[in-house]
């Protein structure tokens, strides 16, 4: 692989520590800022922090009952994102930027992303170019092992040879998906391969990976809206909310 592969275990740079000046109650602690892995940590919600009360919000009437609270209102994960692209762009706006979104849980995450490096480039010296490409995944499951992927959709991925690769995900949990699919983009030799994910979850099955920028790094929960899904269901909520009991019910398969 080339100088400009990702490394591993990094999550951004000590620049992409995030400022949370404006943003209420958001339970994120400096000290949970630390330097680890050699980079910050991103944007960390607590496992005690309560969210908020549905009722400040507006959301779809068909998920009235089955949702249990906000975890991240829509506006702050926009502008979240809008920080994620000045940093991506602060590391790797130099060269031009094969974006590969990962479907379908990425698509919202992507778009608003897309969006923002756009704006950032066109109102810089330099204008980076960008390619968009979807992908879908899925996974073969030998004893719950997820080591081999299935790639479908997206362009042939040979013409990722000597691409800058933006891997675009909505979450990470155990971080063997996004593992599997690294092993098998790395295949076809890019210059470089970074990874952008929404969300990091702390659960005790992590196998530490962790992306190269994160917006926020949540608890163990199973959360959905912003195009996250449960059986498909919940993708058309702007925020990201904690499902409730009745809601695993009434959309379980
Ligand atoms: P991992 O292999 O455990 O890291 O799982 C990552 C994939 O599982 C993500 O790409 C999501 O599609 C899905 N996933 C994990 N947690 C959640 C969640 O809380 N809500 C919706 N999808 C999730
Ligand atoms: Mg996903």
Redesign the pocket.
């Known amino acids: 692989m080339g100088s400009q592969t990702r490394s591993s275990l990094s999550l951004g740079t000590p620049q992409s520590q995030p400022s949370h000046s404006g943003y209420p109650r958001i339970s994120i602690l400096e000290s949970n800022l630390v330097l680890r892995y050699g980079c910050w940590l991103p944007w960390k919600i607590m496992d005690d922090w309560p969210g908020y009360d549905l009722s400040l919000f507006t959301y779809p009437q068909h998920y009235y009952g089955d949702l249990e609270y906000v975890l991240i209102p829509h506006g702050i994960i926009v502008d979240r994102i809008e920080r994620l692209a000045k940093d991506i762009m602060k590391d790797i706006g130099y060269c031009d930027i094969m974006v590969l979104c990962?479907l379908k849980?990425g698509y919202k995450f992507c778009a608003d992303l897309v969006e923002h490096l756009k704006n950032i480039s066109r109102n810089s010296d330099r204008f980076v170019s960008m390619k968009v490409d979807f992908i879908r995944l899925k996974s073969y499951r030998n004893d719950q092992s997820?080591d081999e992927m299935q790639i479908i959709g997206g362009e042939d991925l040979s013409t990722l040879a000597g691409k800058n690769v933006l891997i675009v995900?909505?979450?990470?949990?155990?971080?063997?998906?996004?593992k599997a699919l690294l092993s098998s983009i790395e295949k076809y030799k890019p210059n470089m391969i970074k990874v952008a994910s929404l969300l990091v979850?702390r659960t005790p099955r992590s196998d530490g990976f962790r992306p190269d920028y994160a917006g926020f790094e949540i608890p163990n929960?199973?959360?959905?809206g912003y195009a996250?899904?449960?059986n498909e269901y919940f993708r058309d909520l702007n925020h990201i909310c904690v499902i409730n009991e009745h809601g695993k019910e009434k959309y379980r398969v």
């Open positions: 990962v849980g997820m995900e909505d979450v990470v949990g155990t971080g063997r998906t996004m979850k929960l199973f959360v959905v996250l899904d449960y």
